[in-house]
């Protein structure tokens, strides 16, 4: 079963709030995050895997961890699986494969594929993505989680407060990078999401 709640890693954002982005995920494991997407795409492959080695290290027995994009780099860190793009080619893996999405053409393109869960994005205007695409809105979420079989997530713009706004479309959870990254206290705010997520629908897997 996919945790509810995903922690999604933006190196720049826990630089200026003043940690290290390992710092950062310790802090937010500490606070309950069952499952760490780790993006940074901007590094060198070299850079990209010590750090998200770095970031593997602190992780709590049982903490789930993606990697975003790249397979091989999953693997040689131990990771439970890989976040696809929303243009990047399907693979076929042992390991779990999510994709992000858009819009409802690319849920219905991920149900075809075989995709194990979908992140939809931005549902809101997103801290670490800022002017990045239009806003899918609560609407097309819904139908999004009418398509896809599996796990979905809302992402983008999402933090306490708001997750029984997105609930209520039928996600099985949030997927949440700014609210947690730029933090002065991450473990906190996760513990908040975690609570919101149990007084919305109980449990947080």
Same mark, same amino acid.
């Given at each position: 079963?996919?945790?509810?709640?995903?922690?999604?890693?933006?190196?720049?954002?826990?630089?200026?709030?003043?940690?290290?982005?390992?710092?950062?995920?310790?802090?937010?494991?500490?606070?309950?995050?069952?499952?760490?997407?780790?993006?940074?795409?901007?590094?060198?492959?070299?850079?990209?895997?010590?750090?998200?080695?770095?970031?593997?290290?602190?992780?709590?027995?049982?903490?789930?961890?993606?990697?975003?994009?790249?397979?091989?780099?999953?693997?040689?860190?131990?990771?439970?699986?890989?976040?696809?793009?929303?243009?990047?080619?399907?693979?076929?893996?042992?390991?779990?494969?999510?994709?992000?999405?858009?819009?409802?053409?690319?849920?219905?393109?991920?149900?075809? *594929?075989? !995709?194990?869960? /979908? =992140? %939809?994005? #931005?549902?809101?205007?997103?801290?670490?993505?800022?002017?990045?695409?239009?806003? +899918?809105?609560?609407? *097309?979420? !819904?139908?999004? /989680? =009418? %398509?896809? #079989?599996?796990?979905?997530?809302?992402?983008?713009?999402?933090?306490?407060?708001? +997750?029984?706004?997105?609930?209520? !479309?039928?996600?099985?959870? %949030?997927?949440?990078?700014?609210?947690?990254?730029?933090?002065?206290?991450?473990?906190?705010? +996760?513990?908040?999401?975690?609570?919101?997520?149990?007084?919305?629908?109980?449990?947080?897997?």
């Amino acid at each position: 079963m996919m945790p509810r709640l995903i922690v999604v890693t933006d190196e720049a954002l826990s630089t200026e709030a003043g940690r290290s982005l390992p710092e950062t995920v310790a802090a937010a494991v500490d606070g309950g995050a069952p499952c760490i997407l780790f993006r940074e795409k901007h590094l060198t492959r070299e850079e990209r895997t010590r750090l998200a080695s770095k970031v593997a290290a602190v992780l709590d027995p049982g903490v789930t961890l993606l990697v975003s994009s790249d397979p091989e780099l999953a693997r040689a860190v131990g990771a439970d699986g890989v976040h696809l793009s929303s243009d990047q080619p399907f693979l076929e893996s042992d390991l779990l494969v999510g994709r992000s999405c858009h819009g409802l053409s690319d849920v219905e393109r991920s149900v075809a *594929e075989g !995709a194990d869960y /979908v =992140t %939809v994005s #931005p549902v809101f205007a997103s801290l670490s993505k800022p002017g990045h695409g239009p806003s +899918v809105g609560i609407d *097309e979420l !819904a139908r999004c /989680v =009418t %398509v896809f #079989p599996g796990p979905v997530y809302a992402l983008g713009g999402i933090g306490p407060h708001r +997750v029984r706004t997105v609930l209520e !479309a039928g996600v099985h959870g %949030v997927a949440v990078c700014g609210a947690v990254m730029a933090s002065p206290d991450p473990a906190r705010t +996760v513990a908040e999401l975690l609570e919101e997520l149990d007084a919305t629908r109980g449990g947080h897997q």
